[in-house]
């Protein structure tokens, strides 16, 4: 179901970024919206280990608790990732994008507010969420990497520091309401992945 999720997305071919090959990725319309929005919750909320596990992941986000996101991030890339869905000429780290934006549905009962490709400092953040009470934001920027092991540390860090360098943080540090600002760098390796976080406010 997440697969057919992201191959449904549309692409803006003006938003590529030359340096990463990265583009800005939508629902193409209110309809499809509506349908994915209502199959994706119906799917979670039958599904016990996906949402304990997402529930986990979102708690972990918003703790700055690398450890607890990674773990559970893994465990659902094994259960609920194919080899196959990376069969496509698309940009592998689209397929993360949407996988991720699927999965933090399910943790709406934490999460307040949910941002994808929003214009942030002085570029676009890849994931933005807001703890239900506000006092905490995750700022999610996300790498994939055709390298296994330490490359996708070392992809994971530098991912951080893009969010310190561009400036993606700067709208929250200083609204009062929030109190605890983290910026998480995930880099994927088909289905594993490594996180990375810096408490920066």
Not at 37 to 65: A, C, P, Q, W
Not at 66 to 76: F, H, S, Y
Not at 185 to 199: A, P, R, T
């Amino acid at each position: 179901m997440l697969r057919r999720f992201t191959e449904s997305l549309t692409f803006e071919p003006q938003s590529r970024n030359p340096e990463s090959d990265e583009y800005n990725l939508y629902i193409p319309n209110e309809e499809i919206r509506k349908c994915f929005k209502s199959r994706i919750l119906n799917y979670f909320k039958n599904n016990s280990v996906m949402k304990n596990h997402t529930g986990e992941l979102v708690k972990g986000m918003f703790e700055g608790d690398a450890e607890k996101v990674q773990d559970n991030l893994n465990t659902l890339l094994g259960k609920y990732v194919s080899i196959r869905d990376f069969a496509t000429n698309a940009p592998k780290e689209n397929y993360y994008h949407g996988f991720m934006n699927g999965l933090l549905i399910n943790g709406t009962s934490f999460i307040e507010e949910h941002k994808s490709n929003f214009e942030s400092g002085d570029g676009y953040v890849d994931i933005i969420i807001a703890s239900k009470n506000s006092d905490a934001v995750a700022i999610l920027e996300l790498k994939q990497t055709d390298k296994p092991f330490g490359a996708r540390l070392i992809a994971a860090q530098k991912a951080v520091e893009q969010i310190n360098e561009k400036g993606y943080a700067t709208v929250y540090m200083n609204d009062p309401l929030v109190r605890n600002v983290y910026a998480y760098g995930i880099c994927f390796h088909k289905k594993l992945c490594s996180v990375v976080v810096k408490k920066i406010k």
